[in-house]
């Protein structure tokens, strides 16, 4: 029963239209509040524009300048959002690009192939009752 | 033989030896006694002079007596004073009554003047004899006697005269004359018979009297012109010519003589060519002088018979002595011949001896050492001979030795011969070697057992940059290697060095110009035959290119991995959302549809995400994280995962693990996929109802893990084959079961690097069981690029 409260906001930054797409429906479809980047820029655009991003849901390659790498390290400095749970949705298996995203504080790393998207959202939504 | 020698020579010595103090001694002797003889005659005759010097004086003292006796009747100054008939009657008759047997030739009384005025000799009255000494000395008022020969009587005359004294004068001389023959002839008698000579002198040395009767009126030496005046003088002996004898000595000692002793002296008269001893003794208060004169052989002539006889007593008891001393010797000498017939015994061999010898003394002991010696020397003769036996033997022995030395020596020389050939290759070989390692397009340096490089071949300079002369004698990499950490060189030398095992690793270089490259270094120690390290051998090749292949690949993997995932992922998520209604309600046959094109495209990411796995572990990019690990957790969780699939297909899955299992270092996200892979085989392969068992054991050593089931199984004919890549078998394959053949292998290649084994049992319809074993030990932490999924 979703009661009249605040719909919590998802930032979501991935490249991929269709990948976007999907994972902002099943997103909606789960109470949340989508916010889209495709690029770190529009990322903090949208960190910047928005009142509360409570969750951000991020993948490594990105268009344009910057990866996912950088717009941590940018939320992790950033007073209003560095407690905000991050959560890395990639494809990529970097050992080393998985521990820097752990070394930063990102909440779970998820190779996006191998997880369901309501096993995420069940993720980011159990992060958020904490 | 040698007993004679010993008696002869000591009797010879003796003999010698007596012969020689023999001769001193009787020679001595001879001296002694003639001179003790000598003397001793010579103290007779002092003696026998003395004693007739005295006869002599006695007699004449009775004369002197006489006179004096005369004298002393006062009636003598009368008739000297006045010589009247009267008076020379009485004294005439006073005189003859005196004159016993006519012993004086006169006796008369001179006057003052030296007439004779009184005198039983008519013959002398009136004569003056004032010239007379005897008067001059009376009329001084001395009593005196004096010798001289009578004017008348052409006579000897010893003339006694005293002074007739009134008052204080002396107014005449008493004299009395005695006639000498019986004096002469007392002397005479004392010779005679005798081989002396007696003779008898006044006080100048002439001679009165002497039993040879030519000396008469001589002197005994010669007189000097002063004397032979005053006698002249004197008329003491008329014109007599007084020749002079031999007796110069005895005159001088009567010249001399201060003595009242007479003088003995010895004398040889060239005369009578013999020794004499002349003795010259004076008369007491007369001028007379007796001397003797004896022959002195005579008087040795005792002395030699004394000396003969004392030689004879030498040698009679020297001869004595001899003989008891060569009694002596025989009998001492007799051991001699005893130990010398010992010694010969010997001599000959027999050394069992005895001494015979026992006379108590040196001479036995002397024996007994020989004895003794004897038998010592038998034994080590015995001893010896012994030795000598054994000491053959082991000669004999020596020399077989040496025979064999002798061709071993020869086969090792043969063998040098072929060694030498062998080393003239190996110096060829050497060189070829040399060459080859030159040659070589790898960098390979020789160092040290501390590093220092000691050769290096020309593909060193190439790869370094670096000139051998500039590394040569440097440690090992010094000039091109970045400097790693000291963890990093801590284990390179503790395996090298310590454990003495080859190093393999990868190293970051660079060139002199700076141009950096990577290297695949190999490091290996040499050993010599007691297991010491002589060399390091190390071999660089420069990986750069193949590094970069490598890189490429791993990019290419990757972002192949990546590329192929993103349409998956979105092929997944819309399936999903449809299936899970957000498009709208599905009807059976499209949910139907979509469900396939789900699971069609869950095989694809499994089969991706596989490709990616073997991909790293080709190209062993796959990170290994070893930490503390439950195995028994990990396998729960993959059976939880598991469920639905069992659940679905009814299947028993029992889970038997000990109790006590450890928890061991390995990396959990691989022993996951071991545990994943293993078990979803057995629940694919399992037909429905059916069994799959997993245990997990331990032993000391190792975790024992087995999975079982009575699934498909796998075909003999290819059981062979079930480990390699995408290999799947043809009953399950047959079977449409999914599956991407990549599982098994993924599985033994973690399970290699984790030192474990792996192996099955399998019959076909019957089922399968997998064995592995992982040591406890664990897994080793390995950098990587990648983590296998």
């Known amino acids: 029963m979703i009661t009249k409260e605040i719909k919590p906001t998802v930032l979501v930054v991935e490249d991929e239209r269709s990948l976007l797409e999907a994972i902002e429906i099943k997103l909606s479809k789960n109470g949340f509040n989508v916010l889209k980047a495709r690029t770190a820029a529009e990322a903090y655009a949208l960190l910047k524009s928005s009142n509360t991003v409570d969750a951000v849901w991020l993948d490594h390659y990105l268009l344009g300048t910057g990866d996912g790498l950088d717009i941590v390290a940018k939320l992790k400095n950033d007073k209003k959002y560095k407690t905000t749970p991050i959560f890395i949705v990639s494809n990529t298996a970097g050992t080393d690009k998985i521990t820097s995203y752990i070394n930063l504080g990102v909440s779970k790393y998820y190779i996006k192939s191998n997880n369901r998207l309501d096993t995420i959202i069940q993720d980011i939504q159990g992060s958020l009752k904490k | 033989m040698h007993k004679k020698s010993i008696k002869s020579d000591i009797i010879r010595s003796m003999i010698m030896l007596l012969i020689i103090s023999g001769g001193i001694t009787i020679a001595v002797m001879t001296f002694l006694v003639y001179r003790q003889m000598d003397n001793q005659k010579i103290h007779d005759i002092q003696a026998l002079s003395t004693e007739k010097s005295n006869t002599i004086k006695i007699f004449l003292d009775r004369s002197s007596d006489i006179v004096e006796h005369l004298n002393n009747n006062p009636l003598i100054t009368d008739w000297a004073l006045n010589p009247n008939q009267q008076n020379t009657e009485s004294a005439l008759s006073l005189f003859n009554t005196i004159n016993i047997k006519n012993r004086y030739s006169a006796i008369y009384i001179l006057d003052k003047t030296g007439q004779a005025i009184i005198s039983t000799d008519p013959t002398f009255l009136n004569n003056n004899y004032s010239f007379r000494p005897y008067f001059k000395n009376a009329i001084a008022g001395q009593s005196n006697m004096d010798i001289a020969v009578g004017v008348t009587s052409l006579e000897q005359g010893y003339y006694f ?24 002839k007392m002397l005479s008698d004392a010779v005679q018979d005798t081989n002396s000579h007696v003779m008898l002198t006044d006080q100048y040395g002439v001679i009165l009297y002497s039993d040879l009767k030519e000396r008469e009126f001589s002197s005994l030496g010669q007189l000097g012109q002063d004397t032979l005046l005053k006698i002249q003088a004197e008329k003491k002996y008329l014109n007599f010519d007084i020749k002079s004898l031999q007796y110069d000595k005895a005159q001088r000692l009567l010249t001399n003589q201060a003595k009242l002793e007479p003088m003995v002296y010895r004398f040889f008269d060239f005369d009578d060519q013999e020794n004499e001893i002349i003795s010259v003794s004076p008369i007491q208060n007369y001028p007379l002088f007796l001397v003797n004169e004896d022959s002195a052989w005579e008087l040795s002539a005792g002395a030699i018979n004394l000396a003969l006889i004392t030689s004879l007593l030498i040698i009679l008891s020297t001869l004595s002595l001899l003989l008891f001393i060569s009694i002596i010797i025989t009998k001492r000498l007799k051991p001699m011949e005893l130990l010398t017939k010992m010694v010969k015994k010997i001599g000959q061999g027999n050394l069992s001896v005895r001494n015979e010898v026992k006379s108590g003394d040196e001479l036995e002991h002397l024996g007994d050492f020989i004895e003794e010696t004897a038998h010592r020397l038998k034994s080590s003769y015995s001893n010896l001979e012994h030795q000598v036996e054994e000491r053959t033997v082991e000669i004999s022995k020596k020399n077989e030795y040496l025979d064999k030395t002798k061709t071993a020596i020869i086969n090792i020389l043969e063998d040098v011969e072929i060694e030498k050939n062998k080393t003239a290759e190996s110096a060829d070989n050497l060189r070829k070697f040399k060459l080859a390692l030159d040659s070589s397009s790898d960098h390979i340096l020789i160092t040290d057992p501390e590093g220092i490089v000691i050769y290096g071949n020309k593909m060193v300079e190439v790869l370094t940059g670096y000139s051998l002369a500039e590394t040569v004698g440097k440690k090992a990499g010094t000039l091109w290697s970045y400097p790693m950490s000291q963890d990093y060189y801590a284990k390179l030398w ?197 069994l799959v068992s997993l245990t997990i054991n331990n032993d000391k050593k190792n975790l024992l893990i087995e999975v079982t089931d009575n699934g498909y199984g796998i075909p003999k004919k290819e059981q062979y084959r079930i480990f390699e890549k995408l290999f799947r078998a043809e009953n399950v394959r047959a079977m449409d079961t999914e599956g991407t053949g990549l599982g098994l292998y993924i599985v033994k290649s973690i399970i290699k690097h984790a030192g474990g084994q792996i192996s099955f049992k399998s019959a076909e319809n019957k089922g399968t069981s997998f064995k592995l074993s992982i040591p406890l030990s664990g897994m080793k932490k390995k950098e990587g690029d990648k983590k296998i999924e």
Request: proline share 5%; no cysteine; glycine share 6%.
């Open chain 2, 161 to 184: 005269a005293s002074p007739i004294n009134y008052g204080q004068d002396t107014v005449g001389v008493l004299v009395v004359k005695l006639s000498p023959g019986t004096l002469y």
């Open chain 2, 494 to 690: 503790n395996t090298i060095k310590t454990e003495k095992k080859p190093l393999l690793s990868t190293l970051k270089n660079r060139r002199k110009d700076g141009q950096e490259y990577e290297a695949s270094v190999s490091i290996a120690p040499v050993l010599d035959d007691k297991n010491e390290i002589k060399y390091f051998i190390g071999i660089e090749r420069d990986i750069t290119h193949e590094k970069m292949v490598d890189r490429a690949k791993t990019e290419f993997v990757s972002l192949a991995s990546h590329q192929l995932r993103t349409p998956l992922s979105s092929v997944n998520w819309y399936a999903e959302m449809l299936l899970a209604g957000d498009g709208g309600k599905l009807n059976k046959e499209q949910a139907g549809f979509v469900q396939e094109i789900y699971a069609g495209n869950q095989r694809m990411v499994e089969l991706v995400n596989s490709l990616l796995n073997v991909s790293r572990l080709e190209l062993g990019t796959f990170a290994v994280e070893p930490e503390p690990t439950n195995i028994v957790e990990i396998a729960q969780s993959v059976i939880k995962e598991l469920q639905p699939s069992i659940i679905a297909k009814s299947l028993k899955l029992t889970f038997n693990y000990d109790k006590n299992t450890p928890i061991i270092q390995a990396d959990p996200k691989l022993i996951r996929i071991i545990f994943q892979n293993l078990l979803s085989n057995s629940v694919k392969y399992t037909s429905e109802k059916g």
